[in-house]
């Protein structure tokens, strides 16, 4: 079993619906909570940054963590095309820790 | 600031070659990372670096692999001798020193071994 669980997709919707990610990871000792979006040929860029439990709000972006079930989510609000991309999901142990568990990925078309 | 530079961007060989990946990371950046990203493993990471230090190469599937990193300005992931598993999208990225400071990927390069 892979330490961080993520449905690859694809997750097709239409644009301006809410685009709902998640990830499961299975080392309650992960800390920090990162999402990174991925285009096509491209580097996978930070989006979001959470620690703890709790709601974090970027525009039209929404993380969530919920330690006690070792769950985490992220909501993209009024999607557009531009937001097909991979979504990655990735956490780390402490917050000067270096080593990054990602998981694979989901693949996300928002349709015009 | 230009980012984090790799070099090339595509590399098709032959197996049996030997390949030199190559990478500048964002200046005043102490941490450097090198991942491997194949569609059934997902993003891995292969080895990092500390103000040019190897810190943790847990991670280097090989001794085919080896890492170096010569300066805080340039670093090679080199594998010797390349087979075709090793095809995969090679990323580096960097990390200003701190707590809450996240790395930056490079574009990759993509790697075909045939």
């Known amino acids: 079993q892979k330490e961080v669980e993520q449905d690859p997709g694809p997750l097709s919707v239409p644009e301006g619906a809410i685009v709902s990610l998640n990830c499961t990871y299975s080392?309650?000792?992960?800390?920090?909570f990162m999402w990174y979006r991925q285009y096509s040929r491209k580097g996978p860029e930070l989006l979001m940054y959470t620690y703890s439990s709790g709601n974090k709000e970027d525009g039209r972006f929404t993380a969530q963590v919920d330690k006690s079930s070792k769950y985490i989510s992220l909501f993209i609000r009024d999607s557009q095309p531009s937001d097909s991309a991979t979504y990655l999901c990735a956490m780390r142990l402490r917050a000067a820790g270096n080593k990054l568990t990602f998981g694979g990925g989901t693949r996300v078309l928002v349709k015009p | 600031d230009a980012g984090v530079i790799q070099s090339p961007r595509h590399e098709v060989t032959e197996m049996g070659q030997e390949v030199t990946l190559r990478c500048k990371p964002i200046s005043g950046h102490d941490y450097l990372f090198w991942y491997r990203q194949t569609m059934m493993r997902g993003l891995e990471l292969l080895i990092y670096f500390n103000n040019n230090v190897p810190i943790d190469d847990s991670g280097m599937p090989e001794d085919r692999f080896s890492a170096k990193m010569p300066n805080a300005s340039f670093s090679t992931l080199k594998i010797q001798p390349s087979e075709p598993r090793d095809s995969a999208v090679y990323f580096c990225a960097s990390r200003y020193p701190g707590r809450n400071t996240e790395a930056f990927f490079g574009q990759g390069t993509r790697l075909t071994v045939v």
């Open positions: 080392n309650s000792a992960f800390q920090y």
